[in-house]
């Protein structure tokens, strides 16, 4: 299979939830997936599913943690397919709900090191081949919580609001270019985040992975053919 011909894209925390389903909708609309996670058993059992629908990805198993991995994945996506037409920002960590100031430093760091500054280490490494793109997209999975704060939710707030800041700087410094930017506003999605979030919710009155997946992909495809950023509720 030669991957050149195929479109690319990279999809951040493909192993659960909404970036699973991104993924597989992805590989199943013929892009060749690059499937980002941390754990070999999901990224393997998440492979073997994409093969099972005719659909093409490659593992990426890289914790967020590891920056100079993820300045490494640059030049080696650089050297195997040339190009990327879609970065999926997806993957987040959560923290522990509570008071801004119970919440323990390292723990606060930590979700501001994966959530915030892994993605700049993702978007400074992979920014070159995105470029290289004839119609580069970029999505964002952010949070309503970064329209409207709310108490608790800690450093995963401060971490979207932050990201979000970082892309709006991305964007204008490439406004000139042709990438179009997503930024997307889920409400409640039945994931392991959110249970973790919002253990005693009704799961009844969320959205699915699939649910939400299929959503943002439909959304996106009505902006095809503008240029710019645009922000969704999901
Ligand atoms: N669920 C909601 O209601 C909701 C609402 C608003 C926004 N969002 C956003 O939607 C996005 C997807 O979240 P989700 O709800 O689908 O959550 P999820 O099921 O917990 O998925 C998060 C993904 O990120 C990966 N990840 C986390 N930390 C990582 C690290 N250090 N290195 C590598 N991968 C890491 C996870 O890997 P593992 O599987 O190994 O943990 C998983 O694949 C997130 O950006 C979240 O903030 C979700």
């Not at 994409?50 to 093409?56: A, C, R, Y």
């Not at 119609?135 to 329209?147: M, Q, V, Y």
């Amino acid at each position: 299979m030669n991957y050149l011909i195929k479109k690319s894209a990279f999809v951040s925390g493909a192993t659960s939830g909404l970036g699973k389903e991104l993924s597989i909708h992805l590989a199943k609309s013929g892009f060749h997936v690059l499937i980002h996670g941390r754990s070999d058993n999901k990224l393997n059992s998440l492979y073997d599913e994409i093969k099972s629908l005719k659909g093409t990805s490659t593992i990426v198993n890289l914790d967020l943690s590891d920056y100079k991995g993820i300045d490494r994945l640059g030049h080696e996506i650089f050297k195997k397919f040339k190009k990327l037409d879609l970065l999926i920002m997806n993957a987040a960590t959560l923290g522990t709900l509570s008071p801004l100031c119970h919440q323990a430093p390292k723990e606060f760091e930590k979700v501001i090191s994966t959530n915030l500054i892994a993605n700049f280490r993702l978007l400074r490494s992979l920014e070159f081949s995105l470029k290289r793109s004839k119609k580069p997209e970029f999505c964002l999975i952010s949070s309503p919580l970064t329209k409207e704060p709310k108490p608790f939710w800690g450093a995963y707030s401060v971490s979207k609001a932050a990201l979000e800041q970082m892309i709006y700087t991305w964007h204008l410094e490439n406004k000139k270019t042709n990438i179009n930017i997503y930024i997307f506003y889920p409400k409640p999605i039945n994931t392991k985040l959110r249970n973790a979030a919002m253990p005693g919710e009704n799961e009844i009155k969320r959205q699915s992975p699939y649910e939400a997946s299929q959503n943002l992909f439909h959304l996106m495809s009505k902006k095809k053919n503008k240029k710019g950023i645009f922000t969704f509720d999901l």
